[in-house]
Each structure stands twice: as C-alpha cells, then as structure tokens.
C-alpha cells in the first residue's frame, strides 16, 4: 500500500563535514523528501548544528533519533563500523534506512540488516548512487544495444589524497573495514555490475600495504572475472596528488569510456570509438549533463517509501558488493 503523504521526513546520522556539505542540501533540495533531525555525539554541537541548517530536532544517540515519531527514515552518514547497529536500530523503530556505501564492515553485517529491514517492513537503500548517473546509464544501454560487440575487458580506476580527507578513522581497520577498496573502490565494483549487467564469479587483489587487525591498505589492484567471461580492472588508492576517476568498456567491435564518471552536477563526456584493422574509424563524443546524484538518490528513496516500491541501490545488492570487497581483502596465495 501507497503512502498517502507527500514527503520523507528524515534524521541523519552522524552528522559530519559530509552530511553537512551533500547529503542535508540534497535532502532539503528533493521534492518528495524533508530533513527534520540531525545526530551528532554531542549534543551541544548537534543543536548548533541543527539551528544553521534550519533543522528542527537535534540527538546525540541513534536510538533517541530514531524513537521520534516525527522521523520516518533515516540517512546513515556514520563511519562505517556503525552502519550495522544503527541499521538495525533504526528498522527495529520502524524507520527506513539509506545507509552510506560500504553497506557494512562484512558479509554476515549486511545479511543481518538485510534480515532485519525485512522482519521489521522497512525499506533498505545503500548509497550506490554513480549508477543514476545518466553517463553510466548510458553506458549500459550502449552496451545492451550491441553496438560495440562482445565486451571482452574492462577497467575502473578512482583515485585521490586521502590525506585532505576529514574522517580520521579513515585508515583504522577497526572502524574503516578496509581502506580505498571499501571507500571508492566499492563505486567502480558497483558500476561494472550496473554496466556490464552481470555478476562478479572471482576475484584476485593486490593491496599495498597488505592490511592489519589495525590499518587498511592505502593502494589496491582488483583483477575480476565476471560470469560471462568479461575480465575487468579497478585500480583505487588514497596516496594521489589529485582525484581522478576512469571507466572504460573494449568491446570487439568498440571502445566506451567516460573519465570522472562518478562525478555529478556537471556536464561529462561518454565516448565511443569504433575501429577497423588496428585503426579508429570513428569516435563519437555524448556530453550528457549529470544531475547532483545525492538529490536522485534520495528522491528515489522517498518515491519507493511512499508507492511501497523496492529500491534499486537494493540490500541484496548492496550485498553482492560487499561480497567482492570482502573477499578482495583476503591474501591468496
């Protein structure tokens, strides 16, 4: 059944420079959604914080956020190692969730909230929002059409410093899970899946430092091979003097690739280059422009909460992420 109300009232947790610079604008931006509460861990920065921002309700706990009858979902912007406990939190007070990417520090984190969200009829989004880009979109429906043949190869790369970042626990295995494969490298894994439509069968990684009980590695290689044959490449890392971020799809018959494809709020450029005999024939430039992702997102969840509608950036494939990335953790050999 619909939800007869017109917009989402949500609280944000943890409430940081990232809450505060794109997720409280991209909620006070969407038309079916309103933000009405915020959390911090101290409440005197909270209510401060909530009084700039024009924000009525201000918490220092999840739990308080979430018993508040005036909250309907919740955006969880919290580190990483608090996406769990505040999920289940939240759905156990009949609260939606959209939580931040990773959806969780591991398999048996996001199966729990995947259980939970469903025992307790609350939807579950994790934030994977490069694949609403119209660029990525684009990408998958060429790809779809045949135009640059069989797929064969392809490669994701997302890299920046790290050292300018403000989460500190950034690089603390403890509360991070990992470090740039959990961060960014989980936005190329979600982007090949959306684009190639298919599905990860093996993973092989090298990361630099290899991780310990206390650190994350700060560099990583990923070689996938994907269920229909395609082999596939992420490169992501923290140690970078500028940010920079690549897809690129080598069909046997074409070349698509489109640089800063998880940016948004910007015109880019998709690019098509078909060859002949080692030699390019044509290439075909798309600028497309790309809305704020955040905004989409949201929007998108407050629409699936009030027609009772299953998300696209899904649990379950949130999931399958978390599967990979899981896995790229683990030293082989």
Known sequence: MSDTRKKIRYGIAGFGRFAEKAIAPAIQASANSELVA?????????????????????????????????????????????????????????????????????????????????????????????????????????????????????????????????????????????????DIGVHCLDTLRFVLDDEVASVKSELEPWPTSEQTESTAHLLLRFGRGTIATMFCSFVSPVRRTFIEIVGSEGILSAEEFTVSGKPLRLVLTRGREDKPLETVVEEIVVPNLYVEEVTQFSHCILMDREPELSGPNGLENQRTIDQAMVRHG
């Not at 201000?58 to 739990?63: C, K, L, N, Q």
């Not at 309907?72 to 505040?86: G, I, K």
């Not at 520090?105 to 609350?122: F, K, L, P, T």
């Not at 998958?140 to 797929?151: C, D, H």
């Open 38 to 182: 915020l959390q911090k861990r101290s409440l005197s920065e909270a209510r401060a914080k909530a009084a700039g921002h024009g924000i009525p309700l201000a918490f220092d706990s999840v739990s308080d956020m979430v018993a508040h009858p005036g909250v309907d979902a919740v955006f969880l912007a919290s580190a990483n190692s608090c996406h769990h406990p505040e999920t289940l939190q939240a759905a156990r007070a009949g609260k939606h969730v959209l939580v931040e990417k990773p959806m969780a520090m591991n398999v048996r984190e996001a199966e729990e909230m995947i259980a939970v969200c469903a025992r307790h009829r609350v939807k579950l989004m994790v934030g994977h929002m490069v694949r609403l880009s119209p660029v990525v979109c684009r990408m998958r429906e060429i790809l779809q059409s045949g135009r640059i043949g069989t797929v064969h190869t392809a490669r994701a790369e997302f890299i920046y410093d790290a050292r300018l970042s403000h989460r500190r626990w950034l690089t603390e295995r403890s509360v991070a899970g990992g470090g740039p494969v959990f």
